[in-house]
């Protein structure tokens, strides 16, 4: 009698088919996360669209390995401990300023702009990672540099984005320092209102020759994985050959990079 060879059909399909169990375990698994971490039978079964007795089989391993547990009087299942040990060690690894480098040096290489990540500091928007192109733009910012809350792409991306009562704070104690110049550039009945109302539309912020003479830029936030603003993505360059438009190709990449971003993080949507 002859034995079958390690490539031979039948431990093949044995492999396929450990595969396809484990395929399905993991999209019972970020089902029940994806509908809030606790779900009915009929309700996670039609989410992955697989019927509810081979839902149930799933469940029953899951539960066995402590990735899901069942309420007795509701019958729902809900995210068990271990499961909550994978997120927690996830999370402690989310870091925005890693999670950014990839998305900064793609800004970088494909639109030849000055770019950066920003974190809220206790004096304002602060840069904590900075990458320039081969001709770099020269403007007096580097990492450790605190940006202007009002006139610059950052803080206004911050301002309108971020809901704490300090980033307002600093707002306002610009708004007081301002020249009647700068003050003239923002709204006079609600300056630190409609400057908020216009980033909450767009989603992100532009600025032109407003914090730095010749020099635009445009920002967009990065969302953790509680959609919260945790950082925001800059790019800047000079004005006559930067588009600070919001949708203009500029802005659509730096969008698109904070998006990037922000699912590493864990953000949803």
């Known amino acids: 009698m002859t034995s079958s060879s ?19 375990g993991m999209a019972v698994l970020k ?5 809030g971490g606790r779900s009915s039978l009929t309700a996670l079964s ?9 839902v149930h089989r799933y469940l029953a391993s899951l539960m066995e ?31 925005p300023i890693r999670a950014a480098e990839p998305c900064l040096i793609r800004l970088r290489e494909s639109l030849e702009v000055t770019c950066f990540i920003a974190v809220m500091g206790n004096k304002g928007p602060t840069i904590v990672r900075f990458e320039e192109p081969g001709l770099p733009v020269t403007v007096n910012v580097r990492a450790g540099s605190v940006m202007s809350m009002l006139w610059s792409a950052t803080g206004r991306a911050f301002l309108g984005l971020l809901d704490e009562s300090r980033v307002v704070a600093l707002a306002e104690q610009e708004l007081a320092a301002a020249t009647p110049e700068m003050r003239a550039t923002l709204d006079a009945a609600d300056p630190i ?6 980033v909450q539309l767009a989603r992100c912020a532009s600025v032109k020759d407003t914090y730095l003479r010749g020099i635009s830029a445009v920002a967009a936030p990065v969302y953790d ?20 438009a919001l949708g203009g190709p500029i802005a659509l990449a730096v969008q698109r990079e904070a998006q990037a971003t922000s699912a ?5 949507g």
């Open 6 to 24: 390690p490539d031979s059909p039948a431990p093949a399909r044995e492999r396929r088919q450990r595969v396809q169990a484990a395929e399905t």
């Open 31 to 35: 089902g029940l996360a994806h509908l």
């Open 46 to 54: 039609a989410h992955v669209a697989e019927s509810p007795a081979k």
């Open 65 to 95: 390995e402590g990735l899901v547990l069942q309420d007795a009087a509701s019958q729902h299942y809900y995210l068990g401990t271990e499961a909550i040990q994978i997120g927690l060690a996830a999370m402690r690894q989310a870091d």
């Open 193 to 198: 209102g409609q400057l908020r109302r216009e």
């Open 225 to 244: 994985y509680a959609g919260r603003v945790c950082a925001v993505l800059t790019a800047l360059g000079a004005t006559g050959g930067f588009d600070p």
């Open 264 to 268: 590493l993080l864990g953000a949803r």
